[in-house]
């Protein structure tokens, strides 16, 4: 782990400045290439061709590194891109256990995967324990997401390395719900944590990122996802991570305002009766309670669902009255963001909405979720 505090780290980009001017912000070097000297030497050691070398980008994995305490990390240019990256590694007639009920995304590309690959797909609740405790056999990658969207279960990490280990198989966390800031995977025995960095990471909703980080830089597994980023070319363009590192400096502060409002906004949902569940981790009444306060410190992120006491109708109405949320899609952003889910994922309950929590005043999003729900 970092030997700096997060918001240090991240404010002060690590010490990061343009050398050659003194400048506090690192420039974007746009060139693809670089040039040799008259004896043929790079005018650089580390820049050759920009697929590979990018300054930019490697200073946001070396700090995101930091923050999430692992040996190596690596950007993609999205969430699913990271993600593929992951499980692509999980070779024809191999095995992956996929915790269910995930983001969809991440879901619809591993069956579609598995299905091309002969790989055998098992979907099982890890957040539940006796489900989780009846996977045997050998497997290669068990995959695991929390809190998970849209349902925000708590699954425990340990007991999933465990299993994991049982299987022969890798664990991977993707803890984009959590971000770096309050929960850091690879201490609770994760092999490998993933982000969409386009979440809370970047945290400004306008650049599309992925992260893998690794418990273990020397594994072969990691120096095939490696080799596969630059062959393949899966890389990061340099004005995406410049936006990237703009965005991180203020990472730890965004997502500590945005967890201690979206804890205000939950206590609020709860107590509000036209009301009937709120999916948050952070209540003493969630089922995963004991889980994430064990795994997570100072909150419990942005993202919470609620669902609507009068079922469809009522939420379908209340999302339109809403004038602060912004319906749309995804989380993470200063802007909170509202979404009903069924509509484009039908096995979503139609009464829920999925909140995530910006950086507003948190009694002016209260308001505005109070006044929609009462009509
Ligand atoms: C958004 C998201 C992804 C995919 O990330 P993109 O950057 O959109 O490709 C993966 N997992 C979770 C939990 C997400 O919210």
């Not at 198989?169 to 490998?192: E, F, M, Q, R, W």
Request: with cysteine; proline share 4%.
């Amino acid at each position: 782990m970092t030997d700096k505090n997060l918001d240090t780290l991240f404010a002060q980009l690590g010490g990061a400045i343009d050398a050659p001017t003194g400048g506090v912000v690192p420039v974007i070097q746009p060139a693809t290439t670089f040039v040799r000297d008259t004896n043929n030497v790079p005018t650089s050691p580390h820049h050759l061709y920009s697929r590979d070398d990018d300054d930019l980008v490697r200073l946001a994995e070396d700090l995101l590194c930091q923050a999430e305490g692992g040996e190596a990390a690596l950007l993609f240019p999205s969430g699913m891109a990271a993600v593929a990256a992951l499980l692509r590694t999980v070779p024809t007639g191999g095995r992956i256990v996929l915790q269910s009920d995930i983001y969809w995304g991440t879901t619809k590309w591993t069956r579609d995967y598995c299905a091309r690959r002969n790989v055998t797909l098992d979907e099982v609740d890890l957040a539940n324990t006796e489900a989780r405790d009846a996977v045997t056999g050998k497997a290669d990658v068990v995959w695991a997401e929390t809190p998970s969207n849209p349902y925000l279960k708590s699954v425990d990490i340990a007991a999933c390395a465990a299993l994991a280990k049982s299987l022969g198989a890798v664990l991977c966390v993707d803890s984009t719900a959590a971000t770096p800031v309050i929960s850091n995977p690879l201490k609770h025995g994760a092999d490998y944590v993933m982000h969409s960095a386009t979440k809370g990471i970047n945290g400004h909703s306008d650049v599309l990122a992925g992260l893998l980080v690794t418990a273990e830089a020397a594994s072969k597994r990691w120096t095939d996802i490696r080799a596969d980023r630059h062959d393949a070319g899966a890389v990061l363009s340099p004005f995406a991570a410049w936006l990237l590192i703009r965005g991180m400096r203020t990472m730890p502060l965004r997502v500590e305002r945005m967890c201690a409002s979206a804890m205000t906004v939950a206590e609020a949902m709860e107590a509000h009766g036209a009301v009937s569940h709120v999916l948050y981790p952070g209540l003493a009444s969630d089922p995963g309670y004991d889980i994430a306060k064990r795994q997570m410190s100072g909150g419990f992120g942005s993202l919470l669902s609620i669902r609507v006491a009068g079922g469809r109708q009522a939420a379908l109405a209340a999302i339109g009255r809403l004038k602060l949320f912004k319906r749309a899609t995804s989380l993470g952003g200063v802007e909170s963001l509202v979404e009903h889910r069924h509509t484009i994922e039908d096995t979503v309950p139609d009464d829920l909405l999925r909140l995530s929590v910006g950086i507003e005043n948190a009694d002016d999003l209260i308001g505005d979720l109070v006044q929609a729900l009462e009509g």
